[in-house]
């Protein structure tokens, strides 16, 4: 049995922002998708039963090696001094509030620095402007030896040139002014168009897109449940993925019909009225407010610190290996 990184997040209700294709990422169609953030290769969830390992993977990051000379004494300190920065009245207590401005904090952080990073990264002369050209002869140059538009689903490359066609679709939506060249705020709007109004229908269709494996250009039950879950002939479902085929049915399918379209599939990954910041920060409260009160003292948080070293409160666990924030 395997339960997708999708369908974890699902199950958890967390959206994520994408990140760059890479050429030499095989698996990089399921992971590109606003749900998806590439943490770490183990499961989040086994069995709808969360997975430590995942966290502790997604917490050491690109830090491992810095973090792995952490002893535990240091890492917990470490959360300690983020805690008084999350309370930023300093009056002894982390609201929802707060935690909730703290996570949106360290979701822009990180958009910022992927930004940056990919800015600079395809961009060594600092112009204005990326070329879609050279972009894409820096990513898919290699498919330029062969014919890009009709290799066969066999080929090796077949993947790599959907990526490509899927990334041009893309690149063309950010372009605002249509010069075939992205400024960096473009350039933004193309590596996480989820973050953009604009780019938002992109994001529809590229879902779409990955889950619809007869290509009918809708989701039905079985697509979406199978995006989520891979079981074996036979074997009985779990609660979560019932759970799941009822949320289909009653939530997901608005007109009955069996299928999820464009609309339908727009109000699943990015609810209009639904600020997901919030929804960790209550999360976070619920698990670890031992007195009920609806705040936490540093205690309660440090209490529970396989918790929050997992929350998007540290930014997944990578905030504890900034040496800027200590």
Known sequence: MKVSLLGALLVFGCALATSIPRADDEQHQQK???HDKD?????????????????HEAFLGEEAKTFDQLTPEESTRRLGLIVDKIDSNKDGFVTQEELKDWIKYTQQRYLRDDVQRQWESHNPDEKDKIFWEDYR???????????????DRQDENFSYATMQRRERRRWSI???????????????????????????????IETIEDI????????SLPEYIGDMYKGEEGEELPEWVKNEQEQFSLHRDKDGDGFMDNEEVKNWIIPANFDHAE??????????????????TKEEILEKYD?????????????LTRHDEF
Do not use: C, W
């Open 137 to 151: 002869k820096a990513i898919y140059g290699f498919l330029d030896e062969k014919d890009a538009q009709t290799l």
């Open 307 to 319: 918790i929050f070293v997992g929350s998007q409160a540290t930014d997944f666990g990578e905030a």
């Open 32 to 34: 590109n998708r606003i």
């Open 279 to 296: 929804a960790e920060a209550r999360h976070l409260i619920y698990e670890a407010d031992s007195d009920a009160d609806q705040k936490l």
């Open 212 to 219: 619809d494996k007869d290509g009918d250009g809708k989701i």
């Open 39 to 55: 943490l770490s290769d183990q499961e989040h969830y086994i069995n709808n039963q969360h997975n430590p390992a995942y966290d």
């Open 174 to 204: 950010a372009d605002k002014d249509g010069d075939d060249a992205l400024t960096k705020e473009e350039f933004a709007a193309f590596l996480h168009p989820e973050e953009n109004e604009y780019m938002k229908d992109v994001v529809v």
